[in-house]
């Protein structure tokens, strides 16, 4: 078992909706996956039930053997503390200096009292200034985090993300608010980073250039399903447009259904080419 | 048929609602007219009692300089009910917004109660807050305190849950993604953004809370309220002009430094 996360059968839905029928996917260490579709395909419910900021409905996420669909309260987050998260709209503390922002990626490793004293071990703010050092933004430690630029800003994201140590790492449109520049520095360094520290990272992304340009694997969710995996390379403009094509759409058509879970990887890349093609 | 429709003269707003504004004016000026004849006003005594207003209004105009020292003693205690209950209070409320507004409640049950329970408290007026509170412990200052503390943590409460619920989820869904616990999120995640709104809505309602501990004088807890019943029964003019200065510059000095305060702080946030 080399997977770091496996995923077999997630299900969500909100009301009658269906965000999610049956995904199932398993990632590995060092790899980094991108998922694209359409909005609305459940990109950020998927990825947000892996460290269960959504709760599923049905299916089993193995996160370093522990089952994450089971877990509760104290255990649950010891888990999430493995797994690091950065958001769309960097979600840092506004009033609060960088440093402090990325030293809240040990929060969820540290006893309360330690964590109410403000009491960091000295290694760990060696360690955060480091991280800040690795995206050039050591010398605006003590700066506000609502004073950064949005490039900077989710610079600290990363930051505070990898300061949890993760083994996983999840990022939900990370560079959908950056301009062109900002967005190829942010995920210039994510994937560097995940080939540094042997990370499993999952990106959710809006454009396609960008997940061919740095994805070793690529996700095409599709009204909750997985209507394409496979390397930047067997992903055609064809395909790619068939994945972000509305409603009735011929890939859609052809893999409806349940049966579309249980295709082998390989079968279901042949298929979007030959129904692309 | 497309002529008819435009000689047809066009409505600004659709007959339904044109005949509907006067049908409520007319209903209102009925309600009015009953409650006045409900009141039973006297208007002829009214009027018999005007021509003494200047024969009245002239024992008003009299400073009572022996007053000023004890009225500015019992202003001080007023003043000092007024701060302790708004300190007692603003930490009950600090505690209680958290766990009920939306987006920090560790249980939605218990965020419908507190939410329940702060609407109930405000629709019951203050004063007979401190009846029951009298009632149940007594007449004295300590009644007075606690009563105090429910309009207090009422307004409080309610202001604090709408500026924590205004921070939306973003940095708590952060801290939660970490690892952190409950009490960690609300300490390092909200509260550092929402220090200055808190201190701005406890400083508005220092203004209230002296007012109230003024007019808790009427129910017998002690200050500058009680000293001015007790002038105004016994028709002690110059006295009650006295106090009532006393009362005034009070408040007005408190109006003028609390604004300062908020615009400090506001200040502050816009920065
Ligand atoms: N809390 C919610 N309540 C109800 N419906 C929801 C909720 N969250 C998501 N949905 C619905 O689930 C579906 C999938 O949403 P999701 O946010 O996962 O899509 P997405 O692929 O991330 O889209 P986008 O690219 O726009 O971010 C959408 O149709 C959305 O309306
Ligand atoms: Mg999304």
Same mark, same amino acid.
């Given at each position: 078992?080399?997977?770091?996360?496996?995923?077999?059968?997630?299900?969500?839905?909100?009301?009658?909706f269906e965000a999610l029928r049956g995904v199932?996917?398993?990632?590995?260490?060092?790899?980094?996956?991108?998922?694209i579709g359409p909005s609305g395909a459940g990109?950020?419910?998927?990825?947000?039930?892996?460290?269960?900021? +959504?709760?599923?409905?049905?299916?089993?996420?193995?996160?370093?053997? @522990? &089952?994450?669909?089971?877990?509760?309260?104290?255990?649950?987050?010891?888990?999430?503390? /493995?797994?690091?998260?950065?958001?769309? &709209?960097?979600?840092?503390?506004?009033?609060?200096? +960088?440093?402090?922002?990325?030293? &809240?990626?040990?929060?969820?490793? /540290?006893?309360?009292?330690?964590?109410?004293?403000?009491?960091?071990?000295?290694?760990?703010?060696?360690?955060?200034?480091?991280?800040?050092?690795?995206?050039?933004?050591?010398?605006?430690?003590?700066?506000? @985090?609502?004073?950064?630029?949005?490039?900077? /800003?989710?610079?600290?994201?990363?930051?505070? @993300? !990898?300061?949890?140590?993760?083994? !996983?790492? !999840?990022?939900?449109?990370?560079?959908?608010?950056?301009?062109?520049?900002?967005?190829?520095? +942010?995920?210039?360094?994510?994937?560097?980073?995940?080939?540094?520290?042997?990370?499993?990272?999952?990106?959710?992304? &809006?454009?396609?250039?960008? @997940?061919?340009?740095?994805?070793?694997?690529?996700i095409g969710l599709k009204a909750g399903r997985v209507v394409f995996e496979g390397?930047?390379?067997t992903l055609s403009d064809a395909v790619a447009r068939d994945i972000y094509e509305n409603a009735e759409s011929r890939l859609e058509n052809q893999l409806t259904g349940a049966d579309i879970a249980r295709i082998e990887d390989?079968e279901r890349v042949a298929l979007c080419e030959t129904v692309a093609a | 048929?497309?002529?008819?429709?435009?000689?047809?003269?066009?409505?600004?707003?659709?007959?339904?609602?044109?005949?509907?504004?006067?049908?409520?004016?007319?209903?209102?000026? *009925?309600? #009015?007219?009953?409650?006045?004849?409900?009141?039973?006003?006297?208007?002829?005594?009214?009027?018999?009692?005007?021509?003494?207003?200047?024969?009245?209004?002239?024992?008003?105009?009299?400073?009572?300089?022996?007053?000023?020292?004890?009225?500015?003693?019992?202003?001080?205690?007023?003043?000092?009910?007024?701060?302790?209950?708004?300190?007692?209070?603003?930490?009950?409320?600090?505690?209680?917004? #958290?766990?009920?507004?939306?987006?920090?409640?560790?249980?939605?049950?218990?965020?419908?109660?507190?939410?329940?329970?702060?609407?109930?408290?405000?629709?019951?007026?203050?004063?007979?807050?401190?009846?029951?509170?009298?009632?149940?412990?007594? #007449?004295?200052? *300590?009644?007075?305190?606690?009563?105090?503390?429910?309009? *207090?943590?009422?307004?409080?409460?309610?202001?604090?849950?709408?500026? $924590?619920?205004?921070?939306?989820?973003?940095?708590?869904?952060?801290?939660?993604?970490?690892?952190?616990?409950?009490?960690?999120?609300?300490?390092? =995640?909200?509260?550092?953004?929402?220090?200055?709104?808190?201190?701005?809505?406890?400083?508005?309602?220092?203004?209230?809370? $002296?007012?109230?501990?003024?007019?808790?004088?009427?129910?017998?807890?002690?200050?500058?309220?009680?000293?001015?019943?007790?002038?105004?029964?016994?028709?002690?003019?110059?006295? $009650? *002009?006295?106090?009532?200065?006393?009362? #005034?510059?009070?408040?007005?000095?408190?109006?003028?430094?609390? =604004?300062?305060?908020?615009?400090?702080?506001?200040?502050?946030?816009?920065?």
């Amino acid at each position: 078992m080399t997977q770091v996360l496996s995923v077999c059968d997630l299900r969500k839905r909100y009301g009658k909706f269906e965000a999610l029928r049956g995904v199932d996917l398993d990632f590995e260490p060092g790899k980094f996956t991108v998922i694209i579709g359409p909005s609305g395909a459940g990109k950020s419910t998927f990825i947000r039930c892996i460290n269960r900021m +959504v709760d599923p409905d049905g299916g089993e996420i193995v996160f370093d053997s @522990a &089952h994450m669909e089971q877990l509760r309260g104290a255990a649950l987050r010891q888990r999430r503390a /493995m797994i690091g998260m950065i958001f769309q &709209h960097y979600n840092l503390v506004a009033r609060t200096n +960088v440093l402090r922002n990325v030293l &809240h990626g040990r929060l969820g490793y /540290m006893p309360l009292w330690k964590s109410l004293l403000g009491a960091y071990p000295e290694s760990e703010k060696r360690r955060a200034l480091d991280l800040l050092d690795e995206v050039g933004l050591s010398d605006q430690m003590y700066k506000r @985090a609502d004073t950064l630029s949005g490039g900077q /800003m989710q610079r600290v994201g990363i930051c505070r @993300a !990898l300061m949890q140590a993760p083994k !996983l790492l !999840l990022a939900d449109e990370p560079i959908a608010s950056l301009d062109p520049k900002s967005a190829e520095v +942010v995920m210039e360094h994510l994937k560097q980073t995940t080939k540094q520290r042997g990370l499993c990272c999952i990106v959710n992304l &809006h454009q396609v250039e960008f @997940a061919r340009k740095y994805a070793d694997r690529i996700i095409g969710l599709k009204a909750g399903r997985v209507v394409f995996e496979g390397s930047p390379a067997t992903l055609s403009d064809a395909v790619a447009r068939d994945i972000y094509e509305n409603a009735e759409s011929r890939l859609e058509n052809q893999l409806t259904g349940a049966d579309i879970a249980r295709i082998e990887d390989e079968e279901r890349v042949a298929l979007c080419e030959t129904v692309a093609a | 048929m497309k002529m008819k429709e435009t000689a047809k003269k066009i409505q600004l707003t659709p007959l339904s609602t044109a005949l509907k504004t006067p049908l409520i004016a007319a209903l209102l000026v *009925t309600v #009015f007219v009953v409650s006045v004849m409900a009141l039973h006003l006297d208007i002829a005594k009214f009027q018999s009692r005007l021509a003494n207003i200047g024969k009245t209004l002239s024992h008003f105009v009299a400073f009572d300089i022996p007053t000023l020292p004890k009225a500015l003693l019992e202003m001080l205690s007023s003043i000092s009910l007024g701060i302790g209950a708004l300190a007692i209070g603003s930490v009950i409320s600090l505690a209680l917004s #958290f766990l009920a507004a939306a987006n920090t409640t560790p249980n939605r049950f218990l965020a419908a109660s507190i939410k329940g329970g702060i609407a109930l408290i405000r629709a019951v007026p203050a004063l007979v807050w401190v009846l029951m509170v009298i009632a149940s412990i007594g #007449f004295g200052n *300590t009644s007075g305190l606690v009563g105090l503390l429910f309009p *207090t943590c009422g307004y409080l409460i309610k202001s604090f849950i709408a500026s $924590i619920e205004d921070k939306g989820m973003g940095t708590i869904e952060a801290l939660q993604a970490t690892g952190a616990g409950w009490f960690e999120i609300m300490l390092f =995640g909200v509260l550092p953004g929402l220090l200055t709104s808190l201190l701005s809505w406890t400083s508005m309602r220092l203004e209230h809370n $002296i007012a109230e501990s003024i007019s808790l004088g009427m129910v017998g807890v002690s200050g500058v309220g009680s000293m001015l019943m007790r002038a105004l029964g016994n028709y002690h003019y110059a006295e $009650i *002009t006295t106090i009532t200065v006393v009362i #005034f510059v009070t408040m007005l000095t408190v109006e003028l430094a609390v =604004g300062q305060v908020r615009k400090k702080l506001n200040g502050d946030t816009t920065k």
